[in-house]
């Protein structure tokens, strides 16, 4: 497909410019842009932070090239359609340093850091860069309630949570939520994007980590607790329970996926908000690994060394 000519299921799905935008292009939002794109999306990626984009570009060409790599090595794609599909998906993406990009998007979804502040900053300043536009706005946030931003987006009616799932390649989980204000037709929308890039879309309410992460969060922390009071290692815990439970990676593995700054500030942000809930806690190991700069696999280092 030629740049600007998206294909069938992105203009059904957003008829009258099957563009997205995407803010924040980081650890989530490059996945984003990525599978955005090779649905025939056009997609535009904002970044506030200089060589955020070009890290993001890296990302996304190592990531097709493992996809494409691996479909010729099957003998389901030539060479020659492998490059050509690199190259299609590539050229649907833009991106800039300027937020007025996101003019003429049909779609934004925000993918900054678990920040309040931040996050309602942003929002208010879309409003006038997206002016007379409408878009529907979607936050990836993990823990973040949408009630607590609605307002700064100026459009509460047009306002979902999209929350994505690391990674977002393979992870086929969408959670589409919605508050009081959401109006059907941002539903409807939020969810044929999602079935549009071939992820399941799942309806949450507006409740702390909606459904996966009001699990998972609570079980990686107590995974932490248990190494705080020595009780087995990191090494062991992770085994445990990919061995006795089935689980793809054991908790730290995951944490560090994750990223464990990201980890601590949803912990820090729930614990805070919802001081009557035992499951919510603050691992003492997490606070160390924080504060000492390592955040997982995107520093290199968290509970295990990452290249
Ligand atoms: N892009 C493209 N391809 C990728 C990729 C990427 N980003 N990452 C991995 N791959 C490829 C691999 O190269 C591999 O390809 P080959 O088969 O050709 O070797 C294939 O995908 C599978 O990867 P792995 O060999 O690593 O296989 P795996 O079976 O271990 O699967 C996994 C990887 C899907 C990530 C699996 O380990 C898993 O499901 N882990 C749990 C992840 C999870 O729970 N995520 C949610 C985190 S919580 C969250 O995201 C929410 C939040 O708000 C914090
Ligand atoms: P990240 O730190 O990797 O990426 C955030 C990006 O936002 C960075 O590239 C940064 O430069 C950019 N940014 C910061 N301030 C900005 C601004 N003012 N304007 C534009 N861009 C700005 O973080 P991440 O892990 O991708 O997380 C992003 C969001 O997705 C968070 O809300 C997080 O809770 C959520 N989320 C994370 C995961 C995960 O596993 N890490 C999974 C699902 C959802």
């Known amino acids: 497909t030629a740049r600007g000519m998206a294909t069938g299921a992105a203009a059904k799905v957003l008829p009258e410019v099957p563009k997205v935008g995407v ?92 920040d309040i502040a931040l996050k309602r900053k942003v929002w208010t ?73 071939g992820k399941t879309p799942v309806m949450c309410k507006d409740t702390p980590g909606f459904v996966v992460n009001r699990l998972l969060v609570p079980y990686m922390a107590q995974a932490m607790a248990m190494l705080d009071r020595g009780e087995a290692d990191v090494a062991g815990i992770d085994a445990a329970m990919r061995l006795g439970a089935g689980y793809p990676m054991g908790p730290f593995t995951l944490a560090d996926y994750v990223g464990l700054d990201t980890c601590l500030s949803i912990l820090r942000g729930w614990t805070e908000k919802y001081p009557g809930e035992p499951a919510f806690i603050v691992p003492d190991v997490l606070v160390r690994m924080v504060e000492a700069g390592h955040y997982g696999r995107k520093s290199g280092r968290g509970f295990y060394t990452w290249d």
Do not use: W
């Open 23 to 114: 803010i924040g292009m980081g650890l989530m939002g490059h996945g984003i842009i990525q599978v955005a794109a090779q649905a025939g999306f056009d997609v535009v990626g904002y970044d506030a932070f200089p060589g955020a984009a070009d890290k993001a570009m890296e990302r996304i060409n190592g990531s097709l090239a493992k996809q494409t790599g691996r479909a010729v090595q099957k003998g389901s794609m030539s060479e020659a359609e492998a490059a050509a599909s690199v190259e299609s998906t590539v050229a649907r993406i833009s991106h800039s340093g300027d937020m007025d990009a996101l003019k003429g998007c049909s779609l934004v979804i925000e993918a900054m850091p678990e």
């Open 125 to 197: 300043d879309l409003q006038a860069a997206t002016a007379g536009t409408d878009p529907i706005l979607a936050t990836n946030t993990s823990s973040l309630q949408l009630a607590d931003m609605a307002d700064s987006t100026g459009c509460p009616d047009r306002f979902v949570g999209l929350h994505f799932f690391n990674p977002v390649q393979l992870m086929r989980l969408v959670e589409v939520v919605r508050t009081d204000d959401t109006s059907e037709a941002a539903v409807d929308v939020a969810c044929r994007f999602v079935e549009a890039i």
